[in-house]
């Protein structure tokens, strides 16, 4: 179709406006400037002004990378292929569409337009449609890369030697992948070189560490333009900014503030981040006594010209107080100086002696457990091996401990109540520092015992059978007599007593049941001093007590002794599993099962059982959790019928127990068991 017969259309559509056609020259002139590269017409300005009816999108410095291109023409083109009215230089790739006779869009494929990238969009004249000449506008998309921050940052001074190089650029530079397969490229050179080794943290972060930055040197760090090879990836200009490393400063100092035993001729060290002018600062260091001597000596230098070590040239006084002040203002070799001082004191050691003993020189009543020995200075530990004796004692079983840097020494070894000992230190021990100690020794006597009755049972709760005298076996030291007290207990106090498995604990009195005693008597201990005597009482003197439940409470001594219990004649043995109790009753006295008895059993097992002709009865067991420790099961039997008594609680745990023979438990049920073949 040519172009006279399109317009003559498109005047029959009404869709331009009406024209004066002088002839087909004209016609043909007017199509040609419609059109780009037709004529090949010299291009005319580029429009500043939208005209009237004319909107075109977008506009300025951040465009979205998949923003469309839309032009809105006053009237419609007759133009309908979109390549022939709007284009984007540079080139972009896209689809054309028409959301309306009037309105073009072009949408840039995936990923878009290039990050910070300016464009050019040009609209052929389409004098038809309102747009009497070409029109043109620029824009740039958004993402233009900068570098947004810096560490250390422009102007920074005293950066440490190894102070890390951050450039945090304004998006993606670096492409996601694994560190093995990193891009290992340095965006940054310094000048002067600096050696180190860089790694992006992330696609916009980079990090490089120095492996040692020259002190007191202005370094220049530049990204250089054009960063990557994507097109949208380069920096517009290079970034450059000055930061200056470190400079002069005293790092440690060795005795540091406030330390304490410091040898007689101890040496002073300082350590610096630098070489330093070695002459300033031998110069400017000062070591004073307590009453402001200064103390000579030398100086020798290591580490490069880092550390020096100023030695005295005499021994130091001891036990005195010294001063170390060196100034600030000392210069590095390389130039710059330290801006702070440093004043700090130490302490010299004493002549090796001892500080104090415990037990003191001459004490009575000491401990029985342990004597130990403070020293004034840290001592060589060694040196005192074999030189440390108590005296009726035999060396092999005299041992040292040492605590607190070597100053204290703890000797452990027997001791008898009551019995005065003398410990020696022999010649030849030395501290820390080869000073010698002189011998030396202490003396001092021991307490005696603690005046006490206690009862010889394994614990507070007891059975007595009641076919037999009921005798009580006791220990009695240092008291002249021991006075007994027996009750009966109610039904209740007897529960609770069995509830807790023994008499209230932890009370600083006796309890006194409610019950009026019994009986109260007292019992004549031999007059042995410092002596455990095993002494016995009968409950009942040439009888027996009924059956049921007592509490028996001493007195004596610094402390007091009491047993709860109950008389019994039938013996109930107990086997537990992980979900079932077993009870074998037997006859106190002739051992023989006792079938058709009633047994209760409260706590995780509960409930009456009568027991078989074997005399055996069971109880399923339950348990709340399967926590640590397992056997934290408490459970009471209790037999009180058909004339029979007897009683058993899970605590009771003395005795013989599997582990003695060997044998091994599991307190939870197996998940599964397996058996093995061979």
Known sequence: MNALHRIREALADHRLRPLVIAGAATVVAVVGVAAFGILHEPRTPATLTEPPGFTLFPAGDDVAR?????????????????????????????????????????????????????????????????????????????????????IPAPEDVDVPANGQVLIQFSRSVAPLTTLSEADLRQPVVFDPPLEGTGAWLNTSLYRFVPSGMAPNT??????????????????????SWTFTSYGP?????????????????????????????????????????????KVPGSFAWSDGGRTATFTPATDLERGLTYTVNVPAGLKGKTGGATKTAWTSVFTTVKLAGIERTSPADGSTGASR?????????????DSLEGKVSVSGVDASTVFQYWYEDDRIMNVNTPLRPSTRYTLTIAAGATDRYGQPLPASSFSFTTGSLEARISFAIPGVYTTYSAGAEPFLYYHAINTASAAFTLYRLTPSEAAAVRSINAVPKDRETQWTPSSPPMRTWTETNP????????????????????????????TGGDYFAEMAFTVVDSVIVTKLSNDQMLAWVLDHDTGKPLP?????????????????ANGLATWPVTRANDTWPPRNIHYVLNIESGGHRGVVLSQWTQGAQSYQFGVPLEYYARNYVGLLYT
């Open 66 to 150: 998949l923003a469309p291109i839309k032009v809105t023409y006053e009237f419609p083109p007759a133009e309908r292929d979109g390549s022939h009215l709007l284009k984007l230089e540079p080139e972009v790739q896209g689809e054309y569409a028409w959301l309306s006779d009037r309105t073009l869009l072009f949408q840039p494929e995936y990923p878009g337009l290039l990050r910070g990238q300016a464009y050019e969009v040009r609209v052929a004249a389409r004098p038809e449609a309102g747009l009497p000449q070409e029109f043109r506008r620029t824009f740039t998309v958004t993402g233009k890369l900068v570098v947004q921050n810096v």
């Open 218 to 239: 202005r370094y220049t760090a530049t990204v250089k333009a054009g960063l990557t090879s994507a097109a949208d990836g380069k920096l517009e200009a290079d970034y």
């Open 527 to 554: 007059a042995t001093a410092d002596q455990v005597l095993v002494l016995s009482t009968s409950l009942a003197p040439g009888a027996t007590l009924p059956k049921g439940d007592y509490y028996v409470k001493s």
């Open 369 to 381: 457990y342990g004597m130990t020995i403070t020293f004034n200075n840290p001592m060589n530990t």
């Open 596 to 612: 058709g008895v009633t047994v209760s059993a409260s706590g995780n097992a509960t409930g009456d059982q009568v027991t078989d």
């Open 249 to 293: 400063a005293l790092d440690a100092v060795n005795p540091d503030a406030g330390a304490l035993y410091a040898a007689p001729r101890q040496p002073v060290t300082l350590k610096f981040n630098q070489a330093m002018d070695q002459a300033g600062v031998e110069a400017a260091f000062a070591l004073t006594s307590g009453t402001g001597r």
